[in-house]
């Protein structure tokens, strides 16, 4: 998950619409990825699956720390 200090995180998380829909995607997605892992079998189908949760979980990733850099410059100055 994203390292920056969790007070940053928890008042992005509280104020930002945005941020919030993203961060509670990216721990879905976690989730998800998680079981899919867990099977000892991966039919073509379960890869594909697998390769889609870690794109949009990387362009999850991506957008918050879009989000985090514009609010430290904002707070910042």
Same mark, same amino acid.
């Given at each position: &998950?994203? @390292?920056? /200090?969790?007070?940053?995180?928890?008042? %992005?998380?509280?104020?930002? /619409?945005?941020?919030? &829909?993203?961060?509670?995607?990216? !721990?879905?997605?976690?989730?998800? %990825?998680?079981? %899919?892992?867990? %099977?000892?079998?991966?039919?073509?189908?379960?890869?594909? @699956? !697998?390769?889609?949760?870690?794109? +949009?979980?990387?362009?999850?990733?991506?957008?918050? /720390?879009? !989000? !985090?850099?514009?609010?430290?410059?904002? +707070?910042?100055?």
């Amino acid at each position: &998950m994203i @390292k920056y /200090e969790s007070k940053l995180i928890q008042e %992005l998380y509280s104020n930002n /619409e945005e941020f919030k &829909m993203l961060y509670d995607e990216h !721990i879905q997605l976690e989730q998800d %990825l998680e079981a %899919l892992c867990s %099977l000892k079998y991966f039919p073509p189908e379960v890869q594909v @699956k !697998i390769k889609e949760i870690k794109v +949009r979980k990387l362009q999850g990733k991506d957008r918050m /720390e879009q !989000i !985090i850099a514009s609010y430290k410059d904002k +707070r910042d100055n």
